[in-house]
């Protein structure tokens, strides 16, 4: 797994929005497939959104479809997730992960297996009034 680093993450009520980044740290996502994971308190980590990097293809959870967006940021070489409607249940630290391959998103839900080592900080997003 490469060194990739999650920002955007904060405090919103319900019904609000928030833009998280992933960035690599040090070098360009612009090639990679890029996924975004998030656990909350108490619950597995699981895999939520996916952009493939020959196509800019999009998987989405259901849990967040609709909802929330996952795009390329060619400006900052980085992967952004534009969530919008945000619920309590949204509220978890969400992760990021990338891989070179084009069929890592046929299959990216696999990742939130991976050990404490595989993933970076993280950014905390809590949905609260």
């Excluded at 360009?28 to 800019?56: H, M, T």
């Excluded at 293809?57 to 849990?63: D, G, L, P, R, V």
Aim: contains cysteine.
């Amino acid at each position: 797994q490469v060194q990739l680093v999650e920002s955007g993450g904060g405090l919103v009520q319900p019904g609000g929005s928030l833009r998280l980044s992933c960035a690599g740290s040090g070098y360009s996502l612009d090639l990679y497939s890029v996924a975004w994971f998030r656990q909350a308190p108490g619950k597995e980590r699981e895999g939520i959104s996916c952009i493939r990097n020959n196509d800019e293809a999009t998987w989405y959870a259901n849990s967040v479809k609709g909802r929330f967006t996952i795009s390329r940021d060619f400006a900052k070489h980085a992967v952004s997730l534009q969530m919008n409607s945000l619920k309590s249940e949204d509220t978890a630290v969400y992760y990021c992960a990338a891989d070179p391959s084009h069929i890592y998103c046929n299959s990216y839900e696999e990742a939130a297996n991976e050990g404490d080592d595989y993933w970076g900080q993280g950014t905390q997003v809590t949905v609260s009034s």
